[in-house]
């Protein structure tokens, strides 16, 4: 792998209403078609909000005492796979997800709400949902562009951001995902809308929300087994967690893994990049009652 000649980065076209490269198009109709389960558990989120943590921690849940050798032998991405992804280096996320024998299976989305196939609404299928504030969901999408081989090319940060503030991202707007989301969440009651600053600020507190909407009741003392291990320093260390053996990523250039932190923006922003980015946000946002906190 180490030595795969890797594609050219892709190029952003519009797919119904949403910007995608054709890793996440290619296999559309599967994607469509796919068959949910009752008992199947969607992990939707907006790239860089989050996903392999709370990924890692379902895991953990379900499976970190039934199936321990998972936790050393199988790559996060393996263990609960990536709907939509196609990028030939593994077999579709729709046929890993097939594949899956364990109950639950646990699948990872990016789709905007309106983009989710069929019969996870059909099947009333459990979906954690996770949002990130936008600014430091945006510098940790820059990062992850910057590394990763089959994204776009990022440019450079104000580029970059403007993009961002113009929706012109993998997987779209970030302003309309999470209030696509959220406006789901009203109507649906199988959705947990999460965020990642309250993940930050209490993860034990989190894990107890998430556990009541599963209808878990891990003991106190598995609780804070999984609690620690889904800890960043823990999870930056942990090769089957922290995508370092994925060959599409150069962590030379940043790790995946990066920072974990809430705030991480202020490092990032200038004083007239924030002004006009939060003008903009309030005008974008002015119809939701969503709201985000910055720092913690
Ligand atoms: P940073 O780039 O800001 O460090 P996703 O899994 O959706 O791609 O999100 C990746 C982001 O979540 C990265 O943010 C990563 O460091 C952060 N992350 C992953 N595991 C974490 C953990 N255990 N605690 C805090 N942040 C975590």
């Known amino acids: 792998m180490e030595n795969m000649e890797l594609p050219p980065r892709p190029k952003l076209f519009d ?5 995608m490269t054709h890793y996440f198009t290619d296999n559309w109709e599967n ?9 199947d558990i969607l992990i939707a989120t907006y790239p860089k909000a989050g996903t392999t943590w709370v990924s890692y921690i379902l895991d953990l849940l379900y499976f970190g005492q039934t199936a321990p050798e998972r936790q050393t ?4 991405y393996e263990r609960v796979p990536f709907l939509e992804c196609d990028f030939h280096i593994l077999p579709p996320g729709t046929e890993l997800a097939d594949k899956l024998s364990t109950s639950p299976r646990l699948i990872k989305t990016h789709l905007p709400v309106q983009l989710v196939p069929k019969s ?39 580029n970059f951001l403007q993009r961002f503030m113009d929706g012109k991202m993998v997987f779209g707007s970030w302003y309309d995902h999470v209030t696509g989301w959220w406006e789901k969440k009203q109507t649906h009651s199988k959705i947990l809308y999460l965020f990642y600053e309250d993940m930050v600020e209490d993860t034990g507190r989190e894990l107890d929300r998430l556990c009541s909407f599963l209808g878990l009741s891990p003991s106190a003392e598995e609780k804070e087994r999984v609690r620690g291990g889904v ?29 974990g932190k809430v705030g991480d923006w202020k490092n990032h922003f200038t004083v007239a990049q924030s002004e006009q980015f939060d003008e903009d946000y309030k005008k974008k946002m002015e119809n939701t009652q969503l709201r985000f906190h910055t720092t913690i």
């Open 15 to 19: 797919f119904h209403g949403v910007s």
């Open 73 to 76: 032998s199988l790559p996060i």
């Open 31 to 39: 994607i469509q078609n796919f068959q949910a389960r009752p008992d």
């Open 120 to 158: 996870f609404w059909e099947q009333n299928c459990r979906i954690v949902y996770v949002a990130r504030n936008a600014k430091d969901n945006a510098v940790s999408y820059f990062h992850f562009d910057r590394m990763n081989q089959a994204e776009p090319e990022p440019g450079d940060w104000n």
């Open 231 to 259: 800890q960043f320093d823990i999870m930056k260390k942990n090769s089957m967690a922290n995508y370092s053996t994925n060959p599409v990523m150069d962590f030379k250039i940043s790790p995946f893994m990066r920072k």
